[in-house]
């Protein structure tokens, strides 16, 4: 019998089990490494764990040093937004695996309402962030309507 065509770009191609696809070929399948975290973790500040890309130091992988040399950014209203919004993500995943940490739910619950109040006051002063942010009344104007880094959004 035929061995299957191992190129599996081509229709029928299959590749062996323990396998994955690859452009133009089968690799062998990866086994990740998930660190588990301690209860209660250092943490980075907002900022820093949007800039490092993990809320948490342990997390810091050393390859990223050179991309974070480049994402270096300026201390705005929508980069505070955003580090919280990051910073809520991470310890919503660590809150999945750690649920009774009290101390980081209640700073995970803090930083909800501060992005809370934050959004509302940065979508007073400039406008919805998200598109799904527009009530009927408003009609369909976020295309036509200056997207918040062209006018004070950024500031």
């Known amino acids: 019998m035929e061995k299957p065509d191992q190129t599996p770009n081509k229709p029928g191609a299959s590749c062996s089990a323990g396998?994955?696809?690859?452009?133009?070929?089968?690799?062998?399948?990866?086994?990740?490494?998930?660190?588990?975290?301690?209860?209660n973790p250092p943490r980075f500040s907002r900022a820093e764990?949007?800039?490092?890309?993990t809320l948490f130091p342990g997390l810091d992988l050393p390859f990223k040093a050179a991309i974070q040399a480049?994402?270096?950014?300026?201390?705005?209203?929508?980069?505070?937004?955003?580090?919280?919004?990051?910073?809520?993500?991470?310890?919503?995943?660590?809150?999945?695996?750690?649920?009774?940490d009290k101390e980081v739910l209640e700073l995970y619950w803090s930083y909800l309402k501060l992005a809370k109040e934050g959004r509302e006051k940065y979508e007073k002063m400039y406008g919805p962030l998200q598109s799904s942010d527009l009530t009927p009344?408003?009609?369909?104007?976020?295309?036509?309507?200056?997207?918040?880094?062209?006018?004070g959004g950024n500031d």
């Open 70 to 100: 480049k994402t270096k950014l300026a201390n705005t209203a929508l980069v505070e937004l955003m580090a919280l919004d990051f910073a809520t993500k991470e310890l919503n995943l660590y809150l999945d695996t750690h649920a009774g």
């Open 19 to 39: 396998e994955g696809t690859l452009p133009g070929c089968c690799a062998p399948l990866a086994f990740p490494y998930i660190p588990v975290q301690e209860n």
């Open 49 to 53: 764990a949007l800039q490092t890309g």
């Open 137 to 151: 009344e408003d009609g369909y104007a976020w295309l036509n309507d200056p997207w918040p880094w062209d006018v």
